[in-house]
């Protein structure tokens, strides 16, 4: 994290959620001697607002909550409207993606659009070189080329480097985790001793604007997209079963099949085209190697060479070994040297030196 020079007071915009770790953030900043602006972002319209879920990040008790504890700090306090932002490119963004058969995540493109994004912007209106958030992630600096580094927090149960890697040079040099020395649990108790009136409140859900709903109820009501049953088959091509639109489904997934099997069945692959799902057993969904594109090369400029690297095909998956190998149209091909279950196209695969995020991209298909 950037310390601000004696004598001389830095001007931090803190993302406000209204949960504990974004509180104790700007808190730990003012202590600090920054002079920290609280912001909270409403991604909803008026119209929808106050149907928000209140475990969302941006509800209206969210605000209520971010805004108390910015007085009780004595900071300034704003809400800014990014709903039209948010919309374009986070939620259409979703919905497109699942309906060409992907499986999006969100946080990510909202993490590099609107917190380091949009936020950063408005961060510099206001005078503030620096965005703070409560994410559990630290940075460093590479002396020799003089990059920032996006590194693991230290509590390895909740780091979220993963959901970063996508963030540009300029973006990690505005960025201050505050809290990515810390474990959740020394945020809550450290969040109690100040007396932040949020160091009890439950986290937030991963995907905020669902409100609950399964996704695909969603992207119909959001879309207008007729979601249609269709078959299920094996990888013979025999009907098997039926779903119930495939945008209910994604890879490696198990339950709500509704298939009666002598071994457990897993969705192998979907098959826009013939609005099909094709199943097949555990083995089936163990690939060797994936694809990935739009690569973002975090802690080096490139790669010319094939690198060994610990991969990570999704948030909650431990990270495994791999060979990433350039490829001529700018994607890698990533080699795991144990197979891994369902790497999914439309999820980000992430890869790690040790504690430093390297690089990351886009699933674009299993081989």
């Keep these: 994290m950037l310390r601000p020079k004696p004598g001389y007071k830095i001007k931090v915009v803190v993302g406000m959620s209204g949960g504990v770790d974004s509180s104790l953030a700007a808190a730990l900043l003012k202590r600090e001697g920054y002079d920290v ?3 909270t972002f409403r991604m909803w319209p008026k119209d929808e607002c106050g149907m928000s879920s209140p475990r969302a990040c941006c509800s209206l008790d969210a605000v209520t909550r971010a805004r108390a504890v910015a007085e009780d700090l004595g900071i300034p306090y704003y809400v800014v409207d990014f709903s039209r932002e948010f919309k374009e490119e986070v939620i259409d963004y979703f919905c497109s993606e699942y309906l060409r058969g992907m499986t999006p995540n969100p946080c990510i493109i909202c993490n590099m659009k609107i917190k380091f994004g949009h936020l950063l912007d408005k961060a510099a209106s ?11 992630a630290r940075l460093g600096m590479d002396k020799a080329s003089g990059r920032v580094l996006l590194k693991e927090g230290s509590d390895k149960d909740k780091d979220q480097s993963y959901f970063l890697f996508s963030l540009s ?6 960025a201050i985790f505050p809290l990515g020395g810390l474990t959740k649990a020394k945020t809550r108790a450290l969040a109690k001793r100040l007396k932040i009136r949020s160091h009890d409140t439950v986290s937030s859900q991963d995907i ?6 399964k996704y695909a109820d969603y992207i119909k009501k959001k879309t207008g997209v007729d979601i249609r049953g269709g078959d299920i088959v094996d990888k013979s091509g025999n009907v098997i079963g039926r779903h119930k639109g495939i ?3 994604t890879i490696g997934q ?7 099997h002598t071994e457990p069945l897993y ?3 979907i098959d826009i085209e013939h609005n099909r799902l094709i199943v097949g057993i ?7 190697s994936l694809i990935a594109d739009r690569i973002n090369w975090a802690a080096v400029s490139g790669m010319d060479k094939p690198v060994r690297v610990m991969a990570k095909i999704r948030y909650n998956h431990k990270k495994a070994e791999a060979i990433i190998t350039k490829m001529p149209n700018g994607a890698v091909r990533v080699d795991f040297i144990e197979p891994q279950a369902a790497p999914t196209p439309g999820q980000a695969v992430v890869f790690y030196k040790k504690d430093v995020v390297i690089g990351g991209g886009w699933i674009r298909e299993a081989v």
């Design 254 to 260: 198990r339950r709500g099949l509704g298939i009666a």
């Design 37 to 39: 602006i609280g912001v």
């Design 267 to 269: 969705v192998t692959s």
């Design 282 to 288: 555990k083995e089936d969904i163990m690939k060797k």
């Design 247 to 249: 945008h209910f489904y």
């Design 208 to 213: 905020c604007f669902t409100r609950d709903e």
């Design 126 to 136: 206001l005078g503030a070189s620096y965005v703070a958030t409560g994410h559990y």
């Design 169 to 174: 040079q300029k973006q990690l040099k505005s």
